[in-house]
């Protein structure tokens, strides 16, 4: 990498010298997502100094894993650090981990983790650049970076994400994904790995279906066995399964794991299978890191379009319910997506990639009933031309208004975000979609027009600055509309909740501008809106265009909007 | 665990009128701002990226 200063002096920077520090708080899962984009910076540049922050509950059962690429690996307990008689001794203790983590010198430090503890500890890190949330030296919120805006924007406040978390850590780097080879079904062997848990209820089944699904596979096929794996906390529940009537003829060809193995032996289980089942849970980016075949059944609040497993050749059922996903704090007493995936077809495609090792809309057309089909969304990963998880619909079905807006961000943020266009057919609008897309656009032209009034009043400050005699009141009355503007823009939220992802974005750009001066500020602010116009242009032309294609095809009539922008 | 609790209020309530006046916080203040959120999360759960 050269650079080349004002003095027409060129020297090189080599990557391999430096040394990041990288922040990870969150739970296994993020973890293991966090290790598989370091790979691919580790494969980059060999030599570079890696550490890792990392909560010591969740990163100690991977430890061996983690040193493999890390050359630190620095662990945050609450209990360690704690001295319940001593503020004083406790303060001593948070000194020594972060002098510990400051002893080499720290050239960047990326915090992945948007929790407030992350936060605070990102302030204590030395760094000379810091990337994510961190605290300034009054405690004020900050976060930089354009793709860590865009994490605290979108996957903070809402579901419409249309990246995998491992891509979003991948563009913060600044790598592309050099290291993930396909998941494949492995011949050799005669087991299926099931891993029926998850972090929560909502994301799992009940034990029922899994018995169902286990007795059939089974049954049906003299030649498959069947592992589970899972964490002590889920051993009653699988032996509640395994001692299931139905399954009682069956115990020897059932191997009951949960709660026997580390995580480490865990990933050697799903290598040696010939295949993987489970829901969304640190057990599925296992298989991912194993490169096994995975089948997932997406349920409650999770979002498959960002923590899939980061592998192409996986299939995704997502249900069609309306709630889905919900977020954490969602009351729901009938889980209504949990019976929205028929377990017949759980059985049906894992028996298909059982046997074949692949699974194709004809196939899935041929074996299951129409009634188990409709209620589904099914998935099959793989990476496009920019090595960017993607998924395939294998049902073509029609899009719904929610999937058409994601299909339409992805295109628009890959392209505002990191300047990279990715090929893509016309989406498929229903009759109802269609409508929704016909407002949506009314709403984007007030979104457009509220940026193009922040860039007049922006201007308008910088102007009343340069002028021979500033007057304050002036400047005071239009930053008051800029005010205006920031709240206005959120109003249009109710009326078209599905553009909160600009809405949020874009105020997050202008809550964290970077400037010395009012001057500095306002041309932010000036440039920050006139890319919110940018933007809106481009998923405005890109929506009108996804319409006229849904009249050509249709001959149907939807109502536009009048105004072109 | 209660004391330093209370030490912890204290200490926050001191940061609180720091920030009013516009004074900097001291790494003495963020390392019981990391302990406050640690100790907040223990109770809520650890954050997750939703």
């Known amino acids: 990498m050269e650079k080349v200063l004002q003095n027409k002096e060129v020297f090189t920077i080599d990557p391999n010298e430096k040394t990041i520090c990288i922040l990870q708080l969150t739970r296994i899962g993020d973890l293991i997502q966090t290790l598989q984009s370091v790979r691919n910076l580790r494969d980059q540049f060999p030599r570079m100094n890696l550490k890792l922050v990392a909560r010591k509950s969740f990163a100690m059962p991977m430890l061996d894993i983690l040193k493999e690429l890390f050359n630190e690996v620095h662990l945050l307990s609450l209990s360690d650090i704690i001295n319940p008689s001593s503020l004083t001794d406790t303060t001593t203790n948070i000194s020594r981990l972060v002098k510990n983590i400051n002893t080499s010198h720290n050239d960047l430090l990326v915090n992945l983790s948007f929790s407030k503890p992350s936060g605070y500890l990102a302030s204590l890190i030395n760094a000379d650049h810091k990337m994510g949330i961190n605290r300034d030296s009054l405690a004020e919120q900050q976060i930089p ?109 059932l191997n009951n794991y949960v709660g026997t193995t580390t995580i480490t032996e865990s990933l050697d289980i799903i290598k040696q299978s010939r295949l993987f089942i489970g829901h969304d849970s640190m057990a599925s980016h296992l298989a991912s890191l194993a490169q096994r075949t995975s089948l997932i059944i997406a349920l409650g609040t999770v979002r498959p379009h960002e923590t899939s497993p980061y592998s192409e050749g996986n299939y995704i059922l997502v249900p069609k319910s309306s709630c889905f996903p919900c977020t954490p704090d969602t009351l729901c007493q009938f889980k209504q997506c949990h019976a929205d995936i028929p377990y017949q077809l759980v059985y049906s495609m894992a028996h298909t990639l059982f046997k074949t090792g692949e699974i194709d809309s004809s196939v899935l057309e041929k074996d299951n009933s129409i009634f188990h089909l409709n209620s589904v969304l099914i998935y099959k990963t793989y990476f496009n031309e920019h090595a960017m998880l993607k998924f395939d619909n294998l049902l073509q079905s029609r899009s719904s208004i929610k999937e058409v807006m994601r299909q339409l961000y992805r295109i628009t943020w890959l392209f505002y975000l990191s300047g990279k266009e990715e090929k893509n057919s016309f989406i498929d609008l229903t009759a109802e979609s269609a409508n929704e897309l016909s407002k949506i656009m009314s709403n984007l032209q007030h979104l457009y027009e509220l940026s193009e009034f922040g860039q007049k009043y922006s201007r308008y400050i910088l102007e009343e600055i340069s002028s021979e005699t500033p007057q304050l009141q002036k400047i005071k009355e239009f930053s008051q509309k800029i005010d205006e503007i920031e709240e206005l823009s959120k109003l249009v939220l109710k009326t078209a909740p599905l553009l909160s992802p600009f809405i949020h974005y874009f105020s997050t750009v202008r809550g964290n501008l970077n400037g010395k001066n009012i001057v500095e500020l306002t041309e932010q602010t000036f440039l920050s809106f006139s890319d919110t116009s940018v933007v809106i242009s481009v998923i405005y032309e890109l929506s009108e265009k996804t319409l006229a294609e849904y009249r050509l095809k249709t001959n149907k009539t939807v109502s536009s909007p009048v105004t072109e922008i | 665990m209660e004391e330093l609790k209370i030490e912890i209020m204290q200490k926050l309530k001191e940061m609180r009128e720091k920030e009013s006046s516009g004074q900097q916080l001291s790494v003495n203040d963020s390392q019981v701002l990391l302990l406050a959120a640690l100790l907040e999360e223990s109770y809520n759960g650890e954050s997750t990226t939703k």
Not at chain 1, 207 to 229: A, F, P, R
């Open chain 1, 145 to 253: 970076d354009k793709w860590s805006q865009f994490i605290f924007s979108n996957i903070m406040t809402g579901d419409q994400n249309p990246f995998a978390l491992v891509d979003i850590f991948n563009n913060i780097f600044g790598v592309k994904n050099y290291s993930t080879a396909p998941s494949t079904v492995n011949y050799n062997s005669k087991t299926v790995t099931i891993h029926p848990f998850s972090s929560s209820d909502k994301k799992n089944w009940n034990t029922n279906k899994w018995s169902e699904i286990i007795y059939k596979l089974l049954k049906n096929s003299d030649d498959i066995e069947i592992n589970i794996i899972g964490s002590k906390a889920e051993r009653n529940i699988a032996t509640a399964l395994c001692n299931t009537p139905i399954l009682k003829s069956f115990t020897h060809r």
